[in-house]
């Protein structure tokens, strides 16, 4: 029994090296090429190839969590000491856009659901632009078919995290893509102290996420706690490349891990149409992205990324590694996944009663 104990601990750590190498590899191949947020998508495709094989790695809330505060604090550093003040002079066209995105989605899914694709409650549930993770949860309590939502979150996820990727790679001249390491980074002997007072928030940031059960706490609230103290200069906040890129990999690891070999095989007939439905998502909210740009005369870049229908963190990842405003790509995508939280039961009910009718 003890030697059986000892063979499973053994794989399992054996999978977390093969993951951990492929992940490294891969991100190292696609830093090479100067594709931004390379430590964040090769971690992802190591690990959606590792679930393929059937050797899947769990990624424990905690560590997930943990990552999650720590890309908090990275964009607290990232963000300029002051918002930009068009956001005060255009704050209808920002809301309207950020409300456009939720009625397209609810409109995408009730499409899905009249023309049979999916039934009503997933297909609402599944084009939800929140936190998937939330949205997934959230649906079981709707009569959802929670597979198939979580395929369909997860695949919009990846896709717009790609298609992020690749516009950031398109738009911007390589030289101008870097990657997000906050000042003091590279820690001085007294920044000992800087490095475990930043720690100790982070955790402070995620307990508190956690307690208040806030959409997305565990990356919001140190987000907010790092603003105050970089506002009041109590002290620096040091985050070293190294952490920064393991926070990075779990993000991209816990993205990719949910695509495991029986939920692509219960959703095969199925694949096809949600690539379609999610491809023309995010083609929407690129209109909505290129209304912003006219009316406001914000940069593309930052408008498409304020848009993109979901992955706040991702999106986080990719905006900091380029040259964007990241305050207000933030400031909308946080908007909106409160707005979804809010409206996403309501309008799910509104969608099941009217399909009920016909």
Not at 1 to 12: F, I, N, T
Not at 339 to 345: A, N, S
């Amino acid at each position: 029994m003890h030697l059986r104990s000892v063979s499973a601990s053994l794989y399992k750590y054996r999978r977390w090296l093969l993951l951990a190498g492929l992940s490294w590899l891969l991100a190292l191949g696609l830093d090479v090429v100067n594709v931004p947020a390379a430590y964040l998508l090769g971690p992802m495709i190591a690990a959606v190839l590792m679930a393929v094989l059937q050797q899947p790695t769990i990624v424990t809330p905690w560590l997930f969590n943990a990552a999650q505060g720590l890309v908090g604090c990275m964009i607290a550093a990232s963000l300029p000491t002051a918002i930009d003040n068009r956001m005060q002079q255009h704050w209808p066209a920002y809301v309207g856009c950020v409300v456009g995105v939720l009625l397209l989605s609810s409109v995408l899914g009730w499409l899905l659901a009249r023309w049979h694709v999916l039934p009503g409650a997933t297909a609402v549930w599944g084009t939800s632009p929140g936190a998937a993770s939330v949205m997934t949860v959230m649906s079981e309590q709707f009569g959802a078919d929670v597979r198939l939502v979580a395929l369909m979150q997860y695949i919009r996820v990846v896709l717009v995290a790609v298609v992020a990727i690749g516009v950031t790679r398109w738009w911007l001249p390589a030289e101008s893509l870097h990657m997000p390491v906050p000042t003091d980074s590279h820690l001085p002997v007294w920044g000992a102290w800087s490095l475990t007072a930043t720690l100790l928030l982070v955790a402070l940031g995620v307990v508190i996420g956690l307690l208040s059960r806030i959409p997305a706490g565990a990356m919001l609230m140190p987000l907010l706690l790092a603003i105050i103290i970089r506002e009041t200069d109590w002290f620096s906040i040091v985050l070293p490349q190294p952490l920064l890129l393991l926070a990075y990999a779990v993000v991209g690891w816990s993205i990719g891990a949910r695509f495991d070999l029986p939920i692509l095989r219960y959703a095969a007939k199925a694949l096809p149409r949600l690539l379609i439905s999610t491809t023309v998502l995010i083609v929407l909210c690129a209109a909505l992205a290129t209304l912003l740009v006219l009316f406001t005369g914000m940069d593309p870049l930052t408008a498409y990324l304020a848009m993109s229908p979901g992955g706040a963190d991702s999106v986080a990842i990719i905006g900091a590694s380029s040259q964007v405003d990241m305050a207000l790509v933030m400031t909308m995508q946080t908007g909106r996944l409160i707005l979804v939280m809010v409206l996403g039961p309501l309008l799910a009910r509104l969608v099941t009663w009217q399909l009920q009718r016909q």
